[in-house]
């Protein structure tokens, strides 16, 4: 069993290139979701959704875009990267119910120079 | 702006020590407590969750304690092991949006 899947692991990107994060679960996960993890600061929930379709913005969703077509996959959109967006970024699925009980990815560590 | 304020950012203890760590929240509209562990270059792993009606859980050598009239919450490591120093995290749940906050994290270090 994958769990969640992210890919790429790694990635440099310079100032005003776009990428795209993959996420992928085999849980059958209603809910998924993006953080960006930063030194001292936690995790901050960048979007998120509950369902195929249905997304929605958590704290930090500026310079960012996602789309949910199917249960399975998550794609995380940086639209013109900045400096300010270097971080490692984790995708996390759970069921609806879990109530914040989130399963996640390994992580991409994401450099814009 | 934090919506979970966690403390200490560090901590070093003995082995066989119990290294505490401290969180509080404002918001009454969170509903569930969960904390998570993390090794270097790993996600976050779910490791003990709390509701706010209870006052105490014990998982193993880890321990949440609860006081909802003080909005603060804690974790407990019982006979710390080196294999538990990693990166804590609590985290505070709401339900009527599904949205999951973090604190900043604290490391700990099990000395042997």
């Known amino acids: 069993n994958a769990g969640v899947t992210q890919t790429p692991k790694f990635q440099v990107l310079k100032t005003g290139q776009s990428m795209t994060l993959q996420c992928a679960q085999d849980?059958?996960?209603?809910?998924m979701s993006w953080y960006r993890q930063d030194p001292g600061m936690g995790l901050r929930l960048i979007h998120y959704?509950?369902?195929?379709?249905?997304?929605d913005q958590g704290e930090v969703p500026n310079g960012y875009n996602v789309s949910r077509s199917t249960t399975e996959d998550f794609p995380l959109r940086l639209l013109s990267a900045a400096p300010s967006q270097t971080s490692v970024y984790f995708c996390?699925?759970?069921?609806?119910?879990?109530?914040?009980?989130?399963?996640f990815g390994e992580g991409s560590r994401l450099t814009v120079l | 702006q934090q919506q979970v304020k966690q403390s200490p950012q560090s901590l070093i203890v003995q082995k066989g020590g119990i290294p505490i760590i401290n969180c509080a929240y404002e918001?009454?509209?969170?509903?569930?407590f969960p904390w998570y562990q993390q090794f270097p270059g790993k996600g976050p792993a779910l490791l003990i969750a709390?509701?706010?009606?209870?006052s105490e859980k014990k998982e193993g050598r880890f321990t949440i304690s609860f006081n909802k009239s003080a909005k603060q919450f804690s974790l407990h490591i019982m006979d710390s092991q080196p294999g538990d120093s990693a990166t804590y995290f609590c985290?505070?749940?709401?339900?009527?949006?599904?949205?999951?906050?973090f604190g900043a994290g604290t490391t700990v270090t099990v000395r042997a």
């Open positions: 996390a699925s759970s069921y609806i119910a879990g109530r914040g009980e989130l399963f």
């Open positions: 849980m059958n996960h209603e809910y």
């Open positions: 959704s509950v369902g195929a379709g249905i997304t």
């Open positions: 918001n009454t509209a969170f509903d569930y």
């Open positions: 709390i509701r706010p009606d209870v």
């Open positions: 985290a505070a749940y709401r339900s009527n949006d599904y949205k999951l906050s």
